[in-house]
């Protein structure tokens, strides 16, 4: 089993359309989340951090559950900018590096 | 300021050349990692260096594979001989905090690799 699992989608939305990715991983141990954006073409930089309590950018929300070990991105009103691969991304334990999953790929359709 | 520099962008070879990889972390930054992404297997983790030691090199999938770090300032991947199934994009990607987190690590654009 991967460490870190998501859908690979591709999901196909129209623009203004509200969008959930889902993550899993397998470490409980694992201390600390991210999800990663990557274009096309294009090396992964970071969206955003998420926390236990849940946390909002703008139009994304980033949800993280330790007991089920589950992870979320909502993305509302779609534009067709968002259009590109999430990656989820794990810090496990100590001082360790990243492990990301396979990534999801979100188009956006006018 | 420049970020991670990676080269070159994009290699053809045939089977059997060396290939080298090269990579300039952020000025400042202790921690470099080599990360390989392929379409199959994502993005995975080779090796990574701190203060210029390898640190863990589990990812590194066979003998064929190599990386040093001779300096703070540049880290080579060599693969030798390479083959097709090698074909990726390979990151590089540096960090400049003792404790390596999802964001404090900066990429370089990646080495777009074809062996045919």
């Known amino acids: 089993r991967k460490e870190v699992e998501q859908d690979p989608g591709p999901f196909n939305v129209p623009e203004g359309a509200t969008v959930a990715f889902n993550c899993t991983y397998s470490?409980?141990?694992?201390?600390?989340f991210f999800w990663y954006r990557q274009d096309c073409r294009k090396e992964p930089k970071l969206l955003m951090s998420v926390y236990s309590s849940g946390n909002e950018d703008g139009r994304f929300t980033a949800q993280l559950n330790r007991a089920s070990q589950y992870i979320s991105l909502l993305i509302r009103d779609s534009k067709l900018s968002d259009s590109a691969t999430y990656l989820c991304v794990v810090n496990r334990a100590g001082n360790t590096p990243l492990v990301f999953g396979k990534g999801t790929r979100l188009s956006v359709i006018a | 300021d420049a970020g991670v520099i990676q080269s070159p962008r994009h290699e053809v070879t045939e089977m059997g050349q060396e290939v080298t990889l090269r990579c300039k972390p952020i000025?400042?930054?202790?921690?470099l990692f080599w990360y390989r992404q392929t379409m199959m297997r994502g993005l995975e983790l080779l090796i990574y260096?701190?203060?210029?030691?390898?640190?863990?090199d589990s990812g590194m999938p066979e003998d064929r594979f190599s990386a040093k770090m001779p300096n703070a300032s540049f880290s080579t991947l060599k693969i030798q001989p390479s083959e097709p199934r090698d074909s990726a994009v390979y990151f590089c990607?540096?960090?400049?905090?003792?404790?390596?987190?999802?964001?404090?690590?900066?990429f370089g654009e990646g080495s777009w690799l074809t062996v045919v």
């Open positions: 000025s400042g930054h202790n921690s």
């Open positions: 470490n409980s141990a694992s201390q600390s």
């Open positions: 990607a540096s960090s400049s905090s003792d404790k390596i987190s999802g964001n404090t690590i900066y």
């Open positions: 260096f701190n203060n210029n030691v390898p640190i863990d």
